[in-house]
């Protein structure tokens, strides 16, 4: 009994020795590693065999592997996860509390004062740096970059490219649609402002997801190639720190609260969350992102997202020009590197003239247009041909949108014929449902019929139609609506 004593008594002072060994390596391994906290409330650490540039999560498999390693080459001990996690816990602490200004880590696209600078996704870690006076391929980085499991390489542009390449890798029938799409791919390289979604329509067969991928492999290849709002907030904005460009295929319909949250992304939002349960800290995830969505139906219908879109359509792509999938992307990642190069010269042109004299009269994305005007020339365009188009662009969709709403048709119908249609929002629901045939898309309440005149009210100022509401009744309850045509119209 005393020698199985004695025994396991040697055992646990061993054990305690390898633990003690396997400590000292462990912080041997991690003395000269810098760590930073980054503006996400985690912390990053530079390790071995990557630049500074491109720091890796404290709390992350990739850590754990190579402190692992190391301990094993210096001890020829296995370091167990328990240790490993003790000592990176211990590091995490020691960089939150030493406290200083947090580090903005980028995800593909980063932004100095006068630079774009594009993660390649390479092993050897390039960026392409874009400046007024041109770009170039470096090693070395200005910004932080956080590179998520899913990213994958950009191959490297070449000098004299032409983004006019891709029009034949795409599908539209109209010219203007791919103004507007390289317009899209342009404003994802900016920050100033807020991206813009873009909206694909297209019949079965007309090969939008197809085009969504080919766009996304531009800005930022990676898996997975498309990404679903049905997990809500938490989810998406969780997806968006491990994308740049985000795709989502094949929706029929947007709720009001998935509407909210695309127009969060693509303006810039967030939203917290308790760090634990036992305490009141919040951890904040923030992000802005360029979005792609496509679908067959008209499913944005929420006046916000609609102004904040760029919308273009895919008409169905017959027999005779079909292809596979495997040929279309061996076409067109045999001419992706010029067509970069010629995407990095239009933002190059773009950052040489943002400072020049604005036009006086700019559509509603006013941010959007300055940027992709100063790029006109590298895009093919005439002077002012970008705001031609986006003018035009968007009084067709206003049009689309007229079209789309019954209250708005029967509106201009009536004012059309009297010069003037007063009614209460629920005079107005009888009406309008008895002068459609279908009744779709009319509200059933008086408060779904006010939300609708609101979201009506410009279409309808753009036909020369004004509204003034004011509320009667005997407790002021009951809201009138007045539409007439402008005076000498």
Known sequence: MTNACEQLAQASKSNLGKQDRIREALKTATSGWEALLSDDSDVYVAVPGRPSSHPVKARSTAVSDILKQVVFDETQLHASDRLVEEHVSGLISRTRLKGGAPETLHVRVGWTDREIVIDLGTETFECVRIDADGWRVDDRSPV???????????????????????????????????????????????????????????????????????????????????????????????????????????????????????????????????????????????????????????????????????????????????????????????????????????????????????????????????????????????????????WEHEEARDAELFLESPVARYIQERVDENGILEATCGQLIEQVKSWSTKGHGVPSTPQGMAAELRRVAPLLRSKNIEMTKKRGGSNGDRLRVFLRLNAGD
């Open 144 to 390: 932080l970059f956080k590179r998520p499991d899913g990213m994958r390489a950009l191959p490297l542009p070449v000098r004299e490219g032409d983004i006019s390449l891709l029009a034949s890798h795409l599908h539209f029938a109209d010219r203007k649609d791919f103004i507007i799409v390289c317009g899209f791919l342009l404003g994802a390289l900016w920050q100033t402002g807020p991206f813009h979604p873009l909206v694909v329509y297209g019949q079965r067969g007309s090969s939008k997801s197809t085009m969504s991928l080919i766009l996304k492999s531009i800005i930022d290849p990676g898996s997975p190639s498309f990404r679903s709002l049905d997990n809500g907030t938490w989810d998406t904005y969780i997806g968006a720190g491990h994308s740049y460009l985000i795709v989502l295929d094949n929706i029929s319909s947007l709720s009001s609260a998935q509407s909210d949250l695309l127009c969060s992304l693509s303006t810039g939002g967030g939203f917290n969350v308790r760090a634990r349960y036992s305490n009141d800290q919040e951890i904040t995830f923030e992000a802005k992102r360029p979005i792609i969505m496509n679908g067959i139906e008209s499913f944005v219908r929420r006046d916000d997202l609609m102004d904040r879109s760029l919308v273009v359509e895919c008409p169905e792509i017959t027999k005779d020009v079909r292809k596979t999938e495997e040929e279309v992307f061996s076409d067109f990642e045999r001419e992706l590197p010029a067509i970069l190069g010629g995407l990095y010269d239009a933002a190059s042109e773009a950052l040489r003239n943002r400072f020049s004299p604005k036009p006086e009269r700019l559509p509603r994305k006013a941010d959007f247009a300055v940027w992709v005007s100063g790029a006109e020339v590298v895009l093919g365009l005439e002077p002012g041909g970008f705001l031609k188009t986006l």
